[in-house]
């Protein structure tokens, strides 16, 4: 964030999420203009300057300058994600990916870091096959909140803790706030959570502790499956800074254009995912009593290990839950082809219901999915804001192809 900082007049005037969600960063006058209500799109990749320092005479503050370095559209929305998750400040990169790159940017050669081996399979690749190759080493542990697991993979040179949760693709919670006070043990390590399965709406990991929260905000933020962008909160100054810093050298920064659907993606983000929760929970409560349907996760289904855990830090469940179809990938595949109006695809937190094979896809680099259980009649649902009757009924009609006997 910079100029036309608002953070702390909109929760003032707005302390309900949805209210923020709608108006947080976007007071005119914070986007070169005054007048208009919805921020207007800066396309300029460069600004006239006030003084030839680039500082404003009259406050001492930096002014608008170039556009990988700030952009009027830019800073509303990464003012806006600051207030959604109770942040002091907000950064926006050009992909999920790139946020993730960016975070493991602040360790430096012969550091170590601490994650789960159930997360997205793209941070595993950053860690594994980037990370490495500057000397930063990485300990995948089982997801857990366990005090003893979490102290035994931490090392003297470890200085990040990663964090899913819900996990993708296996939903599994963990309690933040708790590992939060076993991380904070340790001063020089800083505690990351990686908040897409939830979105602000449903989680706002900074609560309970963690220090950097981060999104794919391609997934629920945006909503509507066309804008690829990243972003994260801090409290932290310092962590601010420093990621300031790096957005700008490696130029990972989102256009004006992304930004600005991504900000009016953000002002539907309540209502929305109230839609996604109901279907989900209507979809898991049938699948669970569906013959053809050997297990169903989701964290809203108190038969979840970790219910208690979710409905104490989660305001929501989001609508993301985890099926495993009777029989094996023949059987997982088969369904997915029946589906008539669930389309199979990557990605999640979109208005339609998609669903995908982890074992394929997402996750097809890990070397041991069936022993996270990532096994092969695993499917990941993102579900839709659709009429809840036709999603429950393509998914009946779809299992019944797939597993015609049971």
Known sequence: ???????????????????????????????????????????????????????????????????????????????????????????AFSSGVATIFAITALLDAGDHIVSFHDIYGGTVLQFNRV??????????????????????????????????????PTLKVVDLQKISKIVHEYPDIFLVVDGTFASPACQRPLEFGVDIVM???????????????????????????????????????????????????????????????????ALAKYLQSCPRIEEVIYPGLETHPQYEVAKKQMRGFSGMLAIKVLGGKKEAITFMKSLKLIQFATSLGGVESLIEHPASLSH???????????????????????????????VDQALKIAIPEV
């Open 1 to 91: 964030m910079q100029k036309g900082d608002t953070q702390s007049v909109s929760e003032d005037i707005c302390p309900g999420f949805s209210s923020l969600a709608v108006h947080a960063g976007q007071e005119p006058g914070t986007w070169l203009t005054d007048s208009a209500v919805v921020p207007p799109i800066s396309l300029s990749s460069t600004y006239r300057l006030q003084d030839p320092t680039g500082v404003a005479a009259d406050t001492g503050e930096e002014t608008w300058i170039y556009t990988r370095y700030g952009n009027p559209t830019r800073s509303c929305f990464e003012n806006a994600i600051a207030a959604v998750e109770g942040g002091k400040y907000g950064l």
């Open 131 to 168: 990370a490495s190759k500057l000397n930063i080493e990485t300990t995948f542990i089982e997801v857990t909140d366990d005090e003893t697991t979490i102290k035994n993979a931490i090392k003297p040179n470890t200085k990040m803790v990663w964090v899913e949760s819900p996990s993708n």
């Open 215 to 281: 999104h794919s905000a391609s997934k629920y933020i945006n909503g509507h499956t066309d804008v690829i962008i990243g972003v994260l909160s801090t409290n932290r100054e310092d962590l601010f800074k420093r990621l300031k810093f790096l957005q700008r050298t490696i130029g990972s920064t989102p256009s004006p254009f992304d930004c600005y659907l991504a900000n009016r993606g953000l002002k539907t983000l309540p209502l929305r995912m109230e839609k996604h929760q109901q279907n989900a929970m």
């Open 364 to 394: 097809a680099n890990l070397s041991d999915k069936a022993g996270l259980g990532i096994t092969d009649n695993l499917l990941r649902l993102s579900v839709g804001i659709e009429d809840t009757r036709d999603l429950i009924q393509d």
